[in-house]
Nanobody, 126 residues
Framework: VQLQASGGGLVQAGGSLRLSCAAS????????TAWFRQAPGKEREFVAA????????RYADSVKGRFTISRDSATDTMYLQMNSLKPEDTAVYYC????????????????????WGQGTLVTVSS
């Protein structure tokens, strides 16, 4: 499976962006899908995940209530709607796909995800 992320850009604080991640060579409904991000000089961190087996979603505390993960099985595309953006949301955002039946405690960990997109840069200005 190949993942292609897009939709990043420069936005002012308080604004919105929607990231997309198109899958080819596989169907998103077969995997748990997730978004991670990495800011300059920092480790990659979990943002949001969607478990395919039961449609459970999980979010990092820092984005709860502001970000929404979704996907469209008809087009094999996953999305991350980001609202009320803050300068601390500035990072390269990566989409990922992993086991359909991933356990809840593993949804926010990079290790179980075996397909990764190339990343898209989001810059939030103050």
């Amino acid at each position: 499976v190949q993942l292609q992320a897009s939709g990043g850009g420069l936005v002012q604080a308080g604004g919105s962006l929607r990231l997309s991640c198109a899958a080819s060579g596989g169907t998103v409904s077969s995997y748990t899908t997730a978004w991670f991000r990495q800011a300059p000089g920092k480790e990659r961190e979990f943002v949001a995940a969607f478990r395919s087996s039961d449609r459970t979603t999980r979010y990092a505390d820092s984005v709860k209530g502001r970000f929404t993960i979704s996907r469209d099985s008809a087009t094999d595309t996953m999305y991350l709607q980001m609202n009320s953006l803050k300068p601390e949301d500035t990072a390269v955002y990566y989409c990922a796909a992993g086991p359909r039946h991933i356990i809840l405690s593993q949804m926010g960990v990079p290790g179980p995800y075996y397909y990764w997109g190339q990343g898209t840069l989001v810059t939030v200005s103050s």
